[in-house]
């Protein structure tokens, strides 16, 4: 829940109060009808404030409008200090010279930073075009969307290739069960996560943000619990593999 919500709810639960003493001032109300109200009012806060901290423990942080741009990939290398996880389909939302900068940077001036990309295998023709079809209505876009992962893959290990070594932090491997949702996960620290729908973007569609991916309590734990399994189980690209044994024979020759 938002925390701008409760900040709100407690104001003006503070406000209700207030007004409530000012009318007993003016309006003559019955002994048992102020107990009455005074009991109702203050019961308020605490009940809401118990209500949000029963949500807070279970790692649900806070729900954000699209408007808000929570999943902005830019906004999160910048502001992530260790890790960076990433789950979707095409990752598109890399494809642009400001991001390939800002990940460059943090390689080379972060030695412990890491990060991973898991994307959808484009050989998988058939699933694509069904997708396709229900989220767009035209099969055909599968098209663009392989041309999209291709991209993002060759910008990956364009990466990867410029910076050598520091390099090797940065990883992208591709799965074959086509995602509903997709997924940030910043530091293991909290995850961003929102989903494909019919006829839109996620980047249209609300974030769910849950905290503490290591607590087994809280919903975040489940979700960085199958981003690794999908990891674990997700194949290397062809052109990483190729280039992985290039820089081995280089290095032995």
Request: proline fraction near 4%; include cysteine.
């Amino acid at each position: 829940m938002d925390k701008r919500f409760v900040i709100v709810s407690l104001m003006l639960g503070v406000a209700a109060n207030v007004a409530y003493a000012l009318l007993l001032r003016i309006v003559e109300v019955p002994r048992s009808v102020q107990t009455s109200l005074m009991i109702v009012l203050l019961l308020i806060l605490p009940f809401l404030v118990l209500h949000l901290r029963h949500f807070w423990r279970r790692g649900l942080v806070n729900i954000w409008d699209a408007k808000d741009e929570k999943f902005n990939l830019l906004n999160q290398i910048h502001e992530s200090k260790r890790s960076l996880f990433f789950l979707g389909v095409s990752a598109r939302t890399i494809m642009q010279p400001q991001i390939e900068a800002a990940l460059m940077q943090k390689l080379l001036t972060n030695h412990e930073y890491e990060v991973r990309f898991l994307l959808f295998d484009r050989s998988e023709t058939r699933k694509l075009r069904r997708r396709a079809l229900e989220e767009t209505g035209n099969p055909d876009a599968a098209n663009e969307w392989a041309t999209a992962m291709g991209s993002t893959i060759e910008m990956i290990l364009r990466i990867k290739k410029t910076l050598a070594r520091a390099g090797d932090r940065l990883q992208v491997r591709t799965y074959r069960s086509f995602p509903v949702f997709r997924m940030l996960i910043i530091d293991n620290r909290y995850v961003l996560m929102n989903y494909y729908a019919k006829d839109r973007f996620p980047a249209e569609l609300p974030c769910l943000e849950t905290g503490a991916p290591g607590n087994p309590s809280s919903f975040g734990y489940a979700f960085a619990k199958y981003f690794e399994e999908m990891w674990s189980e997700a194949q290397e690209t062809i052109l990483e593999r190729d280039t992985a044994v290039k820089s081995s024979a280089a290095e032995n020759a």
